[in-house]
Every structure is written in structure tokens, then in C-alpha cells.
């Protein structure tokens, strides 16, 4: 970014994306400041960003900051990015600071886009896998672990970006030739004050070129509708009208960017179910917004395997029971998808709720359920929940503050309330980091925990 030659830029936060964009910043010619209440994190960079100060636990931005890059974490109440704001200094994410340098370019690289509360990963891995069928120099990057402005600059030509309602709210101009809104429902409330700033994050989506959204919640059908893109494009679980894409007789139909064409069969579609045809549907949209053909998309899809932790089948035990990781589902919203694939659950749920409702989830998804296990900060709401909606549910709320083996405890008290045909289901409902690094340590634990119960069946 030769805009910022010479310009002092603080980096606020020294974990995966604050690296990239501090090489980003550096490589611009900027003379680059990070910060990180950590001191271990920046210790850790010492020996990766030369010519980079290091200074921990900044309140307030150095003189002379005319920027300040934030990692997407960071809640704009926090001391430091309030002072840059009152002090005039704008305030970008990584991925803003990505879009900015590819405006830069001769040839910026096409964005297409995705973000929802559920299935962000699912659906950029599908679209990357289309996009690689058919020949494109493509790579998943965002959300999904590669930081935008790392793909950026290794120059590639298609960027399948996987945005957080934090990123985007980070990322002000950025307008992808394709954007699509999967889903909306709680979560990260806590973050962003309310559902109302929450969809307002996410709808930052939908103002590129074309928008794409999915009719069958009614949430992003009424922000497609306000979209100001120059195409609106919807997808349905039911039989596509003209101009949307959709479900017919077994297959997936294009009425949007083709006459009436049959593109794969469902059947063939992994993960199972309507949520794994969803994003695939919206794979597809963003896929052929870009110009990809039928060939590519049928090969892409049929090719893509998801990735761990998302309704994996652990093992099904000598009694029957089957043993599901589903650790992925982090929310309501998506631990509702993973347990009406199953007709009798004994639920393992709780952590992080992040200001979540669990109300109507316990109240829809009751009849399926065992027996629970809870756990984590917020067992109790869940338990609370159950007790007024399921009475008869027979309940285990553990505390697991000095277990040597939490999950062994866990997955010990499910088997106790399983049946011979039941499910053991891990969809937690809540996020992870108050017992666990994150979702997949959170998987992993639940993995080998009931592989040391079942025998490693």
C-alpha cells in the first residue's frame, strides 16, 4: 500500500492475523507499532517481524498514528481502540487492510465471499473445491485460518473468504464481486450489543456485485431483499423459482444462471442433510457468479470432504450406540440442525453462550432428547431450560473444575443414560474456550474419550 509509505500504523493484537498485517504493513513501506496485552505473543515475534516495535499493553495509540489495524477479536469499547477513535484515527481489520492494498493493484484478485451464523467453513471449503475443478487459482482464506492479506499477497487470482460478523465489522469498504448470507440466528451478541448490530455486521455481505442469500430464513430474505448489489441471487431448500437456485427431484437446479439446469445430485452432497445442502446450494451460487460451468461444480461438490469435528461418526459402540462429534456447533442455531438428524439423543451441551437464547431450542428439539450432560460456564441456563421444557429429560449437570479427564466424565455419564439405538451427540450449543483451547481441542477430547470407553470400536 504505497498510501502508506512512511505512515506510523499500530497493530492492536500479535496473534495470526496481527503478524500478517504487520508484514503487510512493513513490506508497504510503514513504520509499524503492535500491541498485545500478551507478552509471550509479542516475545514470539521478535525473531519473525525485524523492524517492528514491539510494546505491550497500549491504552491509548503513540503520536503520530495516523492507523491502526485491529485483530477482529477486539470490541471497539476496548480502552485502546476507543482512545484511537476519539482521537480521530481510523480503525481497520486485516481483511479491510487486504481489500485496500488489492484496490492498489493492476489486477486485484476476484473476492467471493461467505458469512452466516452457521456453516461459514463448510460452504468456503465447497466453493474452494468447485473453484479447483474448475482450473482457478483459488485458495480458501479468512475466517477459515488463512489470513486474507497472506493470500493477497501470495498473489492468488480467486480469494474464497470466509468472513465473521467481527471481520466484517472491521471491514468497512469491502465490496466482493459475490458475497452470500447463509443463515442468521444468536450469537456473539455480547459482542455487538444485539441482533440488530449483529445482522448489520453480517449484511456487510450482501453489497458487492451480486448478493446471495437464503430464502428459507426469513432474517436474510428480507436483508437480500434491502441489498443494494446490482444482482440478487436466493437459494431455497424447495423447488427454485426463476432467478434462484434450489432443490428438484433429488437434484440441485440452477434457475439463475442457467435456463433450468440439474447440476448434482443431493444424494451425493457431503455432510448429509439440509444444512450440508444449504451450503452447498450457496457454494454453487457464488461459484457460478464467477463463471464457473456445471462440469466444475458437479466435480467440486462431489469431490469435497468436510472438514473434522462437523457431525463426524466417532464409533457406534457394542450396545448400539452411536457416538457423533459435532463440536462445530457452537450456537443454538446449529446445535438445532445437528440434533434433528437424530431421533433419540443424549445431548452433551453447554459452555460459552455468548448472550445466546436456549429457550427455543429446548422447547422445538425436547422430544428427541435421552437424557443431557452439561457442562461448562453456562450449564445451568441450558439446565434451566430443560426443567421447564423438558421435565421428564433425565439430567447430568457436572462440574468439571478438577477432573483429571473432563470429557472421560462426560462421555462416562452419557453412556449411563444411552440406550441400545440412541445417540451420544457432542453439540455443545456454546463456544469452548472456557474449558478448551477451542472447538476441535473440544472435539478431540470427546474423540478420544469415547474411544477409550468403547474399546476404539
Not at 290 to 316: D, K, M, N, Q, W
Not at 356 to 373: F, K, Q
Amino acid at each position: 500500500m504505497t498510501k502508506l509509505a512512511g505512515s506510523k500504523v499500530l497493530v492492536a493484537g500479535a496473534g495470526v492475523t496481527g503478524r500478517s498485517a504487520a508484514e503487510a504493513l512493513l513490506a508497504a513501506g510503514a513504520e509499524v507499532v503492535v500491541t498485545d496485552s500478551s507478552p509471550e505473543r509479542l516475545a514470539a515475534l521478535e525473531t519473525l517481524l525485524e523492524g517492528v516495535e514491539l510494546v505491550p499493553g497500549l491504552t491509548e495509540p503513540p503520536a503520530g498514528t495516523s492507523l491502526v489495524v485491529t485483530s477482529p477479536g477486539w470490541q471497539p469499547s476496548s480502552r485502546l481502540l476507543a482512545a484511537a477513535a476519539s482521537a480521530g484515527i481510523e480503525v481497520i481489520g486485516e481483511v479491510e487492510l487486504a481489500w485496500r492494498m488489492g484496490t492498489e493493484l493492476a489486477d486485484p484478485p476476484v473476492w467471493l465471499a461467505v458469512t452466516g451464523t452457521n456453516g461459514k467453513t463448510t460452504t468456503v471449503g465447497m466453493l474452494e473445491s468447485i473453484l479447483h475443478a474448475a482450473g482457478a487459482d483459488a485458495v480458501a482464506c479468512g475466517n477459515v485460518g488463512l489470513p486474507v492479506v497472506d493470500a493477497l499477497l501470495a498473489g492468488r487470482r480467486v480469494l474464497a473468504v470466509e468472513l465473521s460478523s467481527f471481520q466484517l465489522y472491521w471491514a468497512p469498504s469491502v465490496r466482493p464481486q459475490a458475497g452470500a448470507l447463509l443463515n442468521l440466528a444468536e450469537d456473539h451478541l455480547d459482542w455487538h450489543g444485539g441482533m440488530e448490530a449483529y445482522a448489520a455486521a453480517k449484511a456487510q455481505i450482501l453489497t458487492g456485485d451480486v448478493a446471495i442469500g437464503w430464502l428459507d430464513d426469513e432474517l436474510v430474505g428480507d436483508l437480500l431483499e434491502g441489498s443494494p448489489a446490482r444482482d440478487r441471487i436466493g437459494f431455497t431448500l424447495d423447488e427454485p423459482e426463476d432467478g434462484q437456485l434450489g432443490v428438484r427431484d433429488g437434484w440441485l437446479v440452477d434457475r439463475a444462471f442457467a435456463d433450468d439446469e440439474a447440476l448434482v445430485e443431493v444424494a451425493k452432497i457431503r455432510p448429509a442433510g439440509p444444512p450440508g445442502i444449504a451450503d452447498a446450494l450457496a457454494a454453487t451460487a457464488l461459484a457460478r457468479a464467477y463463471g464457473v460451468p456445471s462440469e466444475a461444480v458437479r466435480e467440486g461438490l462431489e469431490a469435497f470432504e468436510p472438514a473434522a469435528h462437523r457431525a463426524v461418526l466417532v464409533t457406534v459402540d457394542a450396545a448400539d450406540v452411536k457416538y457423533v462429534n459435532d463440536s462445530k456447533a457452537t450456537n443454538p442455531h446449529a446445535a438445532v440442525a445437528s440434533l434433528r438428524a437424530f431421533d433419540s439423543v443424549v445431548w452433551i451441551a453447554g459452555g460459552l453462550l455468548k448472550g445466546a437464547s436456549v429457550e427455543e431450542m429446548v422447547r422445538t428439539e425436547a422430544r428427541r432428547l435421552r437424557g443431557a450432560v452439561l457442562i461448562g460456564a453456562d450449564r445451568q441456563v441450558i439446565a434451566d431450560a430443560l426443567a421447564k421444557h423438558a421435565p421428564d429429560v433425565p439430567v447430568r449437570s457436572l462440574d468439571l473444575a478438577d477432573a483429571d479427564d473432563p470429557m472421560l466424565d462426560v462421555v462416562r455419564a452419557a453412556q449411563e443414560l444411552a440406550q441400545p439405538g440412541d445417540t451420544v451427540l457432542l453439540a455443545p450449543a456454546a463456544a469452548s474456550m472456557d474449558m478448551f483451547t477451542d472447538y476441535a481441542h473440544r472435539g478431540q477430547a470427546f474423540t478420544d474419550a469415547v474411544k477409550r470407553l468403547t474399546g476404539g470400536r
